[in-house]
């Protein structure tokens, strides 16, 4: 049996041998990275400023992109939460501002992994969409594992309270925009269930689905707050003042 059809290279689908296989590239390049993390930690501080600025480049230029065609205010600002975690990923590398990396590690861990799990791309590899979207996502969630596996960040009850806040602040700045330009920044827009993922449409109609993804990410939040490997969650040595 083929596991990469032919078609597949113009038009992805989920849960398909190319997405196992996409996946597992993904994995391999994130594993690389920490596995150099650690080994050169005598250069940590070279490493990170050569991985945000990489990140920052990245960004800049995965904007451009995706507007050459001109601007649409609906589609064309980086408003969802994985567009601002690639800024916020770099940042946080850079600067170590504890805001920053409260947010990355909770929005990459709770959110841009579901990516990975069910990713909203149609575009298959001959496209370069595919690219840029696998290469976003494996940057915001490879920089949140540097930051606990090389960088020795542990989340903080401090930390969960900080990243809960800056979603409140994007919801309630997004969630109006979307409204008034009938937008889908954050999923959190009045779409039709045709043009939004099925695991949001899945949810129920709007506005009641927003609602409901709000709830499932604070529940999420919990959750990798507690997970293995984040550290016992509560005020410790990592927690600090910036």
Known sequence: MNIFPEDSWSTFVPYSGLHLFTVCVCAL??????AAGRRLRAHETAMRWTLGI???????????WWNRNG?????????????????????????????????????????????????????GPALPLFWWFWAQHTIILGYAIFDVMVLCFRPGWQDLRRAIIV??????????????????????????????????AALGPWPARAFILAALVAVAFVIVARCPGSGRIGLGASESAT
């Open 54 to 64: 990489f990140a920052l480049l990245y960004w800049l230029s995965y904007n451009i």
């Open 167 to 200: 979603s409140l602040i994007y919801v309630f700045i997004v969630a109006p925009f979307d409204i008034y330009f009938g937008a889908d920044y954050g999923y959190l827009g009045d779409l039709p269930a045709d043009k939004i993922p099925p695991f949001v």
């Open 29 to 34: 390049l994130i594993a690389a990275l920490v």
């Open 71 to 123: 601007f649409d205010p609906a589609i064309g600002l980086p408003l969802h939460i994985c567009d601002l975690s690639g800024v916020i990923a770099p940042l946080a590398l850079l600067t170590l501002n504890r805001w920053l990396r409260a947010t990355l590690y909770f929005w990459a861990f709770a959110l841009a992994s579901q990516a990975f799990i069910q990713p909203a791309l149609a575009a």
